[in-house]
């Protein structure tokens, strides 16, 4: 089968990275809407998610990390999983992945602290990625905020975490 609808190239990933790096949702929506309309929709899917990668070894949720994707982008991702049933269950899988590339191993929410995209992080923990995930050398993604001094977005991870810390202390006292 032909992929040539995908974003003007035969490539679903490349389609999708196209969309993210032209900020356009409604190619984006396109290219996810066209690879649940293959036969094999499960299996591209997941391919074009959780394994393709670009020249740096970036997977798509890595690269909507990095260029700071809104909200809408990463819904439109997991909902398109949503759209398959035996791939609903990998929505959190897909938010907390971890990058294969770089000696960091950095998850996406790393990687929006460390760019100081603000509303990507506050995105990614509306979608419950997780705020003390460790990158391959042990770090959390507020210590990755706070190395490139990215103080809002120092600001709005360590309000989860202890918003958080806050729940579990509680929670013996209900």
């Not at 897909?94 to 960091?104: M, Q, R, T």
């Not at 809002?152 to 202890?162: A, G, M, N, S, T």
Request: charged share 25%; with cysteine.
């Amino acid at each position: 089968m032909s992929y040539n609808r995908y974003n003007g190239t035969d490539s679903p990933f490349i389609g999708l990275v196209r969309a993210v790096e032209e900020n356009d949702l409604i190619g984006l929506n396109s290219v996810l809407n066209t690879i649940n309309q293959d036969p094999e929709s499960s299996s591209l899917l997941w391919q074009t998610l959780f394994e393709d990668k670009d020249s740096k070894g970036w997977n798509i949720v890595h690269i909507m990390a990095i260029r700071g994707c809104s909200k809408e982008f990463w819904e439109a991702i997991l909902n398109s999983l949503s759209r398959t049933t035996d791939l609903r269950d990998k929505r959190l899988k897909l938010i907390n992945l971890p990058a294969v590339s770089g000696y960091l191993r950095p998850f996406p929410l790393h990687l929006a602290a460390w760019n100081g995209h603000t509303g990507t992080v506050q995105a990614l923990l509306e979608l419950k990625a997780h705020v003390n995930a460790l990158n391959a050398n042990g770090e959390k993604p507020v210590q990755k905020a706070e190395e490139k001094e990215q103080w809002e977005c120092v600001k709005i991870l360590q309000k989860v975490q202890d918003d958080s810390l806050d729940r579990k202390k509680n929670y013996g006292n209900v």
